[in-house]
């Protein structure tokens, strides 16, 4: 079976100072990776997708970038986080190239930019 | 860019009664998906619709997808404690370029009174 791990589950980060969260997929090949942020417990925005190593998309304008060194792994990333930052982000996956796409969360990472 | 209106924004009921969300969009869906989201965890897929008309069960879960496509419902039968959490809606269009990205409802949030 599939399994979706992202780490860490809280982190705690100065303004001004580097991030990196990461995500891995197990139990399939080639999947979709997402990238998404949810502000207060409400509301889930797309920042990144993926479809394939190296092909990021980026959906809204912002101070994070995206990475897909592996087939299965999906990093974000800043080089100066801001307070604006803040939030819980959540990685998730589907299968690519189906119609009946079902989009799997993992547990998320609190981030705050204090 | 395509909103959904997700009510009621919040419920509060008593253990054994009957729950019902609702999902209206201003544009058309050929997936609505149905999350549930606990404190500080990753949202969990309840229910899948591809189908316009299309019900569908998940133990004491029922989500219809509405047959103009810009539309879903969730019902809950027989709440218990456990159905605490935020519930939301997802609309997509899968499958050609849009890769499975989804446009998330606000969300509801659910309390059950024992």
């Known amino acids: 079976s599939q399994t979706i791990h992202q780490w860490p589950a809280t982190l705690v980060q100065p303004v001004g100072s580097p991030l990196s969260l990461e995500c891995t997929v197990e139990g399939t090949s080639n999947p979709n990776l997402y990238w998404y942020r949810q502000a207060a417990g409400r509301g889930l925005q797309l920042l990144f997708y993926s479809v394939g190593i190296g092909q990021i998309s980026s959906e809204v304008p912002q101070n994070l970038s995206a990475s897909r060194p592996q087939d299965r792994q999906f990093i974000l990333s800043s080089k100066k986080l801001l307070l604006s930052d803040s939030g819980f982000y959540l990685c998730?996956?589907?299968?690519?190239?189906?119609?009946?796409?079902?989009?799997?969360f993992g547990s998320g990472t609190q981030l705050s930019v204090l | 860019g395509q909103q959904l209106n997700q009510s009621p924004q919040s419920m509060f009921i008593q253990e054994g009664e009957d729950v019902s969300m609702n999902c209206t969009s201003s544009?058309?869906?050929?997936?609505w998906l149905w999350y549930k989201q606990d404190p500080g965890e990753g949202p969990v897929l309840l229910i899948a619709l591809y189908k316009a008309g299309e019900l569908t069960s998940n133990g004491r879960l029922t989500a219809q997808f509405g047959i103009t496509r810009k539309d879903s419902f969730l019902n809950i039968s027989a709440s218990i404690p456990s159905d605490v959490g935020i519930y939301f809606c997802a609309g997509g269009n899968a499958g050609g370029t849009s890769y499975g990205k989804l446009t998330f409802g606000q969300g509801t949030i659910l309390t059950v009174h024992p």
């Open positions: 998730a996956w589907s299968v690519l190239g189906t119609t009946n796409e079902k989009l799997f």
């Open positions: 544009s058309i869906f050929n997936t």
